[in-house]
Nanobody, 117 residues
């Protein structure tokens, strides 16, 4: 079955960097776009970045210029490189994929990112 497993979260100081990884299984990874989302306590989950199978990318305005989404199809892994981190980036970060036949979104378990002095 479909499985998405995030890793790489942790505690980092403002201005620091982290790289999140999401390793996928259960589907043909290279065929589908992958996304990163985040959810801070008491707030709605928001889309952070998307990398389509055609190698186009998009970013939320709040992270443009600081975050980079990439993927390694040979490793079935999508990454989120996060630089110049701010306290407001603190959230649980999730990766996701939308798959047929009914184009449901599948989620990983999430990884905590905390940006604090």
């Amino acid at each position: 079955q479909v499985q998405l497993v995030e890793s790489g979260g942790g505690l980092v100081q403002p201005g620091g960097s982290l790289r999140l990884s999401c390793t996928a299984s259960g589907f043909t990874f290279s065929t589908y776009g992958m996304s990163w989302h985040r959810q801070a306590p008491g707030k709605e989950r928001e889309l952070v970045a998307t990398f389509t199978s055609a190698r186009s990318t998009m970013y939320a305005d709040s992270v443009k210029g600081r975050f980079t989404i990439s993927r390694d199809n040979a490793k079935n892994t999508v990454y989120l490189q996060m630089n110049s981190l701010k306290p407001e980036d603190t959230a649980v970060y999730y990766c996701s994929v939308v798959l047929p036949p009914i184009w449901s979104r599948y989620w990983g378990q999430g990884t905590q990112v905390t940006v604090s002095p």
